[in-house]
């Protein structure tokens, strides 16, 4: 059992409200990740951290931002949520150099009304 | 530019059957290949993946994998499902782009498992 961790695994959440979908791993990885998911489709990453105070954009652009002050703790924040935002939102980690396996926690899923 | 294709959305089998679901990928350079399986309401599990050497994989669950480069695939086989293997597979290519490392996923393949 991977030890990530993300809370809530659901939210229904109004129009304009702000939110913050949390990650944490206890396995020390450097590496972590948000990915978006919508059903059927394939998983896109939209943002990744090598560490502490290092975050960038993935490749699907996102509303969202992110931030890495803790090596275990990588939070996603939406301002402003919009229903377009309504997805599952799966963060990872991994470690070492190269592709290392990636471990997921449970998810997110999100639905802004 | 690099792609991960899962022809099938949806496989149905019956339980004890064999089973492959396909994955092709597009990629240059020599490409690093997972399987992973995600159960409903769960997050994702590594089933198995290829970097390098025999190209015949073996993973978790009874699962294994061939790495076929001159057909670009990389094909998820066990040889008798079980009703617990009912879950979402999805394929992915490790691609380094813009000077980090990231995966590629393809849209996934449901399965569902007959009694």
């Known amino acids: 059992e991977a030890d990530i961790y993300q809370t809530p695994r659901y939210l229904v959440i109004g129009t304009g409200k702000k939110i913050t979908l949390e990650c944490s791993q206890t396995?020390?990885?450097?590496?972590m990740y948000w990915y978006q998911q919508d059903p059927g489709m394939e998983l896109h990453l939209i943002h990744y951290?090598?560490?502490?105070?290092?975050?960038e954009k993935g490749d699907l652009s996102s509303e969202s931002t992110v931030s890495r002050i803790r090596t275990e703790h990588f939070p996603l924040t939406l301002e402003s949520a919009r229903p377009s935002h309504t997805s599952q939102y799966l963060c990872?980690?991994?470690?070492?150099?190269?592709?290392?396996?990636?471990?997921f926690g449970q998810g997110t899923r999100l639905t802004v009304v | 530019a690099q792609s991960v294709t899962q022809p099938d959305i949806h496989i149905t089998v019956s339980e004890g059957a064999s089973l492959e679901l396909r994955c092709n990928y597009s990629?240059?350079?020599?490409?690093?290949l997972f399987w992973y399986v995600q159960s409903p309401g769960q997050g994702l599990q590594l089933l198995l993946k290829?970097?390098?050497?025999?190209?015949l994989v073996q993973g978790i669950k009874g699962f294994e994998a061939e790495f076929k480069r001159s057909q670009s695939s990389f094909n998820l086989r066990k040889p008798s499902v079980h009703w617990s293997d009912a879950a979402e597979y999805f394929c992915?290519?490790?691609?380094?782009?813009?000077?980090?490392?990231?995966?590629?996923f393809g849209a996934g393949t449901r399965l569902a498992v007959h009694p």
């Open positions: 990872a980690s991994s470690e070492g150099q190269g592709f290392a396996e990636a471990f």
């Open positions: 396995m020390g990885h450097d590496k």
């Open positions: 951290s090598y560490g502490v105070n290092s975050t």
């Open positions: 990629y240059g350079a020599t490409p690093y």
């Open positions: 290829y970097f390098s050497g025999d190209t």
């Open positions: 992915a290519v490790g691609a380094r782009t813009g000077g980090y490392n990231k995966l590629i």
